[in-house]
């Protein structure tokens, strides 16, 4: 039987992300797959590359055969030179945490109202029947 270290596409039409996967040469590509040993999101920037090394390099000594595709992915992440008892790369770049936004509370100042209606609200007066006959002959005349 021929194993291969091949993707797995999962997601959406236009956000597509990908699992590093070991199945036979023959199940089709989104089949059913022995072992998962990695993460591909290729939409996030930068893109996210997770490879379990151990388990990688257990397939590839066993004779598995990797798909161009994850070729690169392990060239990037040192995995194939490892193997091939090449020099390491240079180390991938993480992306950097994303800062916490101030809240709104902070971003208010002073003499501006917290988190209420600028505008007060009127509260309805109850209007005598005498008053408002009053009132609508004053406008008339």
């Given at each position: 039987m021929?194993?291969?270290?091949?993707?797995?596409?999962?997601g959406?039409i236009r956000?597509?992300?990908?699992?590093i996967?070991?199945?036979?040469?023959?199940t089709?590509r989104?089949g059913r797959?022995i072992?998962?040993?990695?993460?591909?999101?290729p939409?996030?920037?930068?893109?996210?590359?997770e490879v379990?090394?151990e388990?990688a390099?257990?397939w590839?000594?066993?004779?598995a055969?990797?798909?161009?595709p994850?070729?690169?992915?392990?060239?990037?992440t040192?995995?194939?030179?490892?193997?091939?008892?090449?020099?390491?790369?240079e180390?991938?770049?993480?992306?950097?945490?994303k800062?916490?936004?101030?809240?709104?509370?902070?971003?208010?100042?002073?003499?501006?109202?917290?988190?209420e209606?600028?505008?007060?609200?009127?509260?309805?007066?109850?209007?005598d029947?005498?008053?408002e006959?009053?009132a609508?002959?004053?406008?008339?005349?």
């Open positions: 021929a194993v291969k270290i091949k993707l797995k596409r999962l959406k956000a597509p992300h990908y699992r996967v070991v199945a036979d040469s023959r089709r989104d797959a072992e998962e040993i990695g993460l591909y999101h939409v996030q920037n930068p893109s996210r590359i379990d090394s388990r390099q257990y590839l000594g066993v004779g055969q990797p798909t161009e994850v070729m690169a992915i392990l060239k990037l040192g995995d194939w030179q490892k193997h091939k008892g090449l020099p390491a790369p180390p991938l770049k993480v992306a950097e945490p800062k916490a936004r101030p809240s709104f509370e902070a971003l208010a100042t002073a003499d501006e109202p917290k988190g209606a600028i505008t007060q609200k009127k509260k309805a007066e109850k209007k029947d005498t008053a006959a009053a609508s002959e004053s406008t008339e005349a």
